[in-house]
């Protein structure tokens, strides 16, 4: 089975092909199709913009389409930035823009309403296909910026059960415990269940005769 990852970040494309590696499916990303240009994230939930990326890849190249879109959720801020969370600060903005924001947003709530989420939805769109998988961790927002590793928001993020922000963790925990994982986790599941159904999973043993 092939798929087409709706890419073309390389280091979500070695995340993924390390977490279904075992899975047996051969995996391409947009590097391999050029003719597919960008694809504008206009809309207004998480869900959306998987699909819309999903469905366009598949439209684009008859295989089974994976896309992602990612949110960090702030409940004192009504879910904020969410879906907006690339562009929290303004269209172009830098992580740094976007931290900066956000710290001045949060500037006046203390620890206990300082809770969110950081939310993965991923959309596997292919013929009469069109699933969704989802991964969340919930964490709080620090007062400061703590830690260099990782991006985005991963210096204000600290994952329930664990002292440090995700930018203090090396990215081989990181990659365990986050949303991205859990969302891929279930992808698999999903994956799985398809490679099934059409029969393409190979013997796992022969019968001892
Ligand atoms: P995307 O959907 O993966 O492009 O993510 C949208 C935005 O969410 C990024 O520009 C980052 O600001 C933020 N983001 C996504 N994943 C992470 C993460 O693992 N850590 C920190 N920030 C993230």
Same mark, same amino acid.
């Given at each position: 089975?092939?798929?087409?990852?709706?890419?073309?970040?390389?280091?979500?494309?070695?995340?993924?092909?390390?977490?279904? !590696?075992?899975?047996?499916?051969?995996?391409?990303?947009?590097?391999?199709?050029?003719?597919?240009?960008?694809?504008?994230?206009?809309? !207004?939930?998480?869900?959306? +913009?998987?699909?819309?990326?999903?469905?366009?890849?598949?439209?684009?190249?008859?295989?089974?389409?994976?896309?992602?879109?990612?949110?960090?959720?702030?409940?004192?801020?009504?879910?904020?930035?969410?879906?907006?969370?690339?562009?929290?600060?303004?269209? +172009?903005?830098?992580?740094?823009? +976007?931290?900066?924001?956000?710290?001045?947003?949060?500037?006046?709530?203390?620890?206990?309403?300082?809770?969110?989420?950081?939310?993965?939805?991923?959309?596997?769109?292919?013929?009469?296909?069109?699933?969704?998988?989802?991964?969340?961790?919930?964490?709080?927002?620090?007062?400061?910026?703590?830690?260099? +590793?990782?991006?985005? &928001?991963?210096?204000?993020?600290?994952?329930?059960? &664990?002292?440090?922000?995700?930018?203090?963790?090396?990215?081989?925990?990181?990659?365990?415990?986050?949303?991205?994982?859990?969302?891929?986790?279930?992808?698999?599941?999903?994956?799985?269940?398809?490679?099934?159904? !059409?029969?393409?999973?190979?013997?796992?043993?022969?019968?001892?005769?």
């Amino acid at each position: 089975m092939k798929v087409v990852l709706a890419t073309h970040n390389r280091h979500k494309v070695e995340e993924i092909k390390s977490i279904l !590696s075992d899975l047996p499916i051969e995996l391409f990303s947009l590097d391999n199709f050029s003719e597919i240009g960008e694809i504008i994230e206009d809309g !207004s939930t998480l869900e959306e +913009n998987a699909r819309k990326k999903a469905q366009t890849v598949f439209q684009m190249t008859g295989l089974l389409s994976l896309a992602d879109d990612t949110g960090l959720e702030v409940e004192a801020l009504g879910g904020r930035p969410g879906v907006y969370s690339a562009r929290y600060s303004g269209e +172009n903005a830098t992580y740094q823009q +976007n931290n900066e924001k956000l710290l001045q947003e949060m500037r006046h709530f203390p620890p206990d309403k300082r809770l969110a989420k950081f939310r993965c939805v991923i959309s596997i769109i292919g013929d009469g296909i069109d699933e969704i998988a989802v991964g969340e961790v919930p964490g709080r927002i620090l007062n400061e910026v703590r830690g260099k +590793n990782g991006f985005g &928001y991963d210096p204000l993020f600290v994952p329930d059960g &664990y002292e440090m922000s995700y930018a203090e963790m090396n990215s081989d925990l990181k990659n365990r415990l986050s949303h991205r994982a859990r969302a891929l986790e279930e992808a698999k599941k999903i994956l799985k269940k398809l490679i099934r159904n !059409s029969g393409g999973f190979p013997p796992t043993s022969l019968p001892v005769l």
